[in-house]
């Protein structure tokens, strides 16, 4: 995993649920990763999956992928090359399919000091996040969650867990 | 010092003598639920390289978000699902037809109370209700649990919400949860466990208390629980043959928030478009015309929500621009619903009846909503495009309300019909 990334900004607000990151009629009908990514924020912004470069980074307000558990909303990101996600806070199970996906995950107010299309760096080592407008600091990660993040997701971690490959 | 019920139940299945909230554990799940998206699981689950589950005897698979087969991308995710099953020798499958997982799970007697369950799906803290800890994880981590028979979990902190009545007529369940939804927000109670007691919990049925577990994660809450009681072992009996020791909490337990309510003067609630906590009392809405009307889902399609619409739709029919769908939400509520007659009352009065399932509810089939339409649903969600067109529009109420709403047109006040 990096330990720095910069990356341009795509900022959206709160409570930004996983039905318009990846909406649920798709859910059982597609199933490959780079189709998810045509769809990515489909129902939230439109303009996303056709302009999204490798690297950028959503930085995002209160309780971001609120809603069902789909994975399908992380993957499509991953898949979009999205770099990291930063919001003032998560809900559970997105950060958990984060984590489990290794799509690098941010909790800090950096919504506060960046618009879209301006960059930011994330140095996961200092626990910094700098906009054009301040440095926002976030605490690490539990010692058994960054495991899974440095293996590269759960599927390698339980992988090496269990002595396989 | 006292522990809450996350902390205790947590900690048994860790097999440690005690945990405090913000704590990883790694517990062993007693059950892990999957749905249509077993598919998916499987597909990540060969990736993973084992050749066996873990124990067969914790999974528990219920087709029910996209059945019957809409098509074929849909039989396909239900044939790999049924081969899974056979191949792996889960014998807790449930096929086409049985139900909603979240009504299914219980009813065959896979949740009992201090039970640790995970699965594959948001609303999975419904469990709560019978004295389960139960919480929603992703995809991958299922088949993980599947490989490992193992997960970690955080030991969350705890809101206990205790409400005060009696709740007057034609206020449920559903209006106590939405009013709470409103005031603590999305993420009101995000990571939380949140316990419901006080009065008008004891006097709640097991069928009321599946709302409010069901939709504690409409505010971001890990997992919902109500105390077990007697209720809860009448409903458990012939359900769940084997012996288990209930969890409850400390009287002393350390608790983030205690929240107080008295709700004997709570009117219907409803949430407007496009968020779960954007809730009014229906009087505010009242008047809006609506396309369709929804009974059903995991949250409203038991047997007293059935009756709840019927009592108010017997005899009488619903207003002739309405599609009124109804879901039961599984065949032993559907059975029990044709021996007390509520399927024809509901049938009579113009409804639509459709097969236990998921439904409409997250826009796949059976019900979709074309731009401009509106919806009054006792479903759970209400995003935008949760129900087909991003341009349609979804409310979301008890099944009193929705009833009333299907009788006049527009939503009504179930007090007033």
Redesign the interface.
């Known amino acids: 995993m990096e330990t720095k990334i910069t990356g341009r900004v795509w900022k959206y607000g709160d409570?930004v649920?996983t039905?318009?990151i990846f909406?649920?009629?798709y859910?059982?009908?597609i199933?490959d990763p780079k189709e998810m990514a045509r769809h990515a924020l489909e129902?939230l912004d439109p303009e996303f999956a056709q302009k999204v470069q490798p690297g950028d980074i959503i930085v995002a307000g209160?309780?971001w992928g609120?809603?069902?558990?789909?994975?399908q909303a992380?993957t499509c990101l991953k898949e979009a090359g999205v770099g990291a996600v930063v919001a003032r806070?998560f809900?559970?199970?997105y950060f958990?399919?984060c984590i489990?996906?290794a799509l690098p995950i941010v909790t800090c107010d950096a919504v506060d000091g960046v618009e879209s299309g301006e960059e930011v760096t994330i140095d996961f080592a200092a626990g910094t996040v700098t906009t054009p407008r301040g440095v926002y600091t976030f605490p690490p990660l539990?010692a058994?969650?960054m495991q899974i993040l440095e293996a590269g997701?759960?599927?390698p971690y339980?992988?090496k867990?269990?002595g396989?490959? | 010092m006292g522990y809450t019920f996350a902390e205790k139940a947590l900690a048994r299945k860790a097999g440690l003598e005690s945990v405090v909230a913000g704590q990883i554990v790694t517990v062993r799940p007693d059950k892990l639920l999957t749905h249509d998206n077993t598919a998916a699981i499987v597909k990540e689950f060969r990736k993973i390289g084992v050749a066996r589950v873990a124990d067969p005897k914790v999974n528990v698979i219920v087709l029910d978000h996209v059945v019957p087969a809409a098509d074929e991308t849909h039989a396909t995710n239900h044939k790999v699902a049924r081969e899974f099953a056979a191949e792996q020798g889960i014998s807790a499958f449930y096929d086409v037809g049985e139900g909603i997982c979240h009504q299914v799970l219980p009813e065959k007697g896979h949740a009992w109370p201090g039970a640790v369950i995970v699965g594959s799906d948001s609303h999975t803290p419904l469990y709560g209700a019978v004295g389960a800890f139960a919480a929603g994880i992703g995809r991958t981590e299922a088949a993980a649990v599947m490989a490992t028979g193992q997960i970690w979990l955080r030991v969350p902190s705890t809101f206990r919400i205790i409400i005060n009545g009696p709740l007057p007529p034609r206020v449920s369940a559903k209006d106590v949860i939405l009013r709470i939804i409103g005031d603590l927000g999305a993420d009101g109670a995000d990571y939380r466990s949140v316990e419901f007691a006080g009065p008008v919990i004891r006097d709640m049925s097991i069928a009321g208390r599946m709302v409010l577990c069901n939709m504690s994660a409409e505010m971001g809450a890990k997992n919902g629980v109500v105390e077990p009681d007697e209720k809860t072992r009448e409903w458990l009996k012939g359900r769940v043959t084997h012996p288990y020791e209930e969890i409850h909490a400390d009287p002393d337990a350390q608790y983030e928030r205690v929240i107080e309510y008295d709700f004997s003067d709570l009117a219907p609630q409803v949430a407007r478009p496009h968020a779960v906590d954007n809730v009014v009392p229906v009087t505010e809405v009242a008047g809006t015309r609506i396309n369709q009307a929804l009974i059903g889902t995991c949250t409203n399609g038991r047997l007293e929500d059935l009756q709840a619409a019927a009592d108010i739709l017997r005899g009488k029919h619903i207003a002739p621009h309405v599609r009124l769908l109804v879901l039961p939400a599984s065949r032993e509520i559907l059975l029990e619903a044709l021996d007390r007659g509520l399927v024809r009352d509901l049938v009579a009065a113009g409804a639509t009846l459709l097969n236990p399932g998921c439904g409409p509810c997250l826009g796949a089939h059976e019900g979709c909503m074309a731009p401009g339409e509106v919806t009054i649903s006792t479903a759970n969600r209400n995003f935008k495009g949760r129900m087909g067109s991003k341009e349609a529009f979804i409310y979301l109420a008890s099944p009193a309300t929705v009833a009333a709403s299907a009788l006049k047109g527009v939503i009504a006040d179930p007090r007033e019909v």
């Not at chain 1, 609120?66 to 994975?71: A, F, K, N, T, V």
């Open positions: 409570d649920n039905d318009v909406p649920g009629k859910t059982y009908t199933s129902d209160k309780n609120c809603g069902s558990s789909r994975e992380v806070s809900a559970r199970i958990r399919n489990n996906q539990p058994e969650v997701g759960l599927v339980v992988q867990q269990l396989i490959g």
